[in-house]
T-cell receptor
């Protein structure tokens, strides 16, 4: 079982819709969770981090964490074509200070 | 100038050649990492270093070696390149003075092709 799993997609949504991206992880000792956005051929860019159960909102982005169920999700409201990218979920396992990445979900926002 | 600089940006090399990828940073971070990215496989950790005297293997270190020449410099070497090392390589840094797992700053990447 992979440590961090994501659906590869593509997830296709119309412009203005809510995009919902999901991630599950296997290590219950995981403490910190991150969402990175990566455009094709570019480096990952951190967009959200979350450490506690519940929701964390930043502009159009909301990260949700449920440690009991071992999943973390990212909601993108009012999706724009510029949001089309691959979204990487990353998990910091215990106090290791190294991130384990999922394989990413490709998001396509249709104009 | 970029906070995390990788050189070269692109490289084509032949099987069996030794190649070094370099990473330097101006962020003052103590932790540095090398990842490779392959289509459909996400980012996989090759090596990481928490200070100049600390080097650790990641999940896919075979065929690679690293050198932490200074706090700001972390180099990745392929001793004898093979075609399945063709990938996009990223260097990343993080800061131990921030909250645990604060997140990384990535370099722009090196696209390596082994023919």
């Amino acid at each position: 079982q992979k440590e961090v799993e994501q659906n590869s997609g593509p997830l296709s949504v119309p412009e203005g819709a809510i995009a919902s991206l999901n991630c599950t992880y296997s290590d219950r000792g995981s403490q910190s969770f991150f969402w990175y956005r990566q455009y094709s051929g570019k480096s990952p860019e951190l967009i959200m981090s979350i450490y506690s159960n519940g929701d964390k909102e930043d502009g159009r982005f909301t990260a949700q964490l449920n440690k009991a169920s071992q999943y973390v999700s990212l909601l993108i409201r009012d999706s724009q074509p510029s949001d089309s990218a691959t979204y990487l979920c990353a998990v910091n396992v215990g106090s290791s200070y190294k991130l384990i990445f999922g394989s990413g979900t490709r998001l396509l926002v249709r104009p | 100038d970029a906070d995390v600089t990788q050189t070269p940006r692109n490289r084509i090399t032949k099987t069996g050649k030794r190649i070094m990828l370099e990473c330097s940073q101006t962020k003052g971070h103590d932790r540095m990492y090398w990842y490779r990215q392959d289509p459909g496989l996400g980012l996989r950790l090759i090596y990481y270093s928490f200070d100049v005297k600390d080097i650790n293997k990641g999940e896919i270190s075979d065929g690679y070696s690293v050198s932490r020449q200074a706090q700001a410099k972390f180099s990745l070497s392929l001793e004898s390149a093979i075609p399945n090392q063709t990938a996009l390589y990223f260097c990343a840094t993080s800061d131990s003075d921030r909250d645990p797992g604060y997140g990384y700053t990535f370099g722009s990447g090196t696209r390596l092709t082994v023919v």
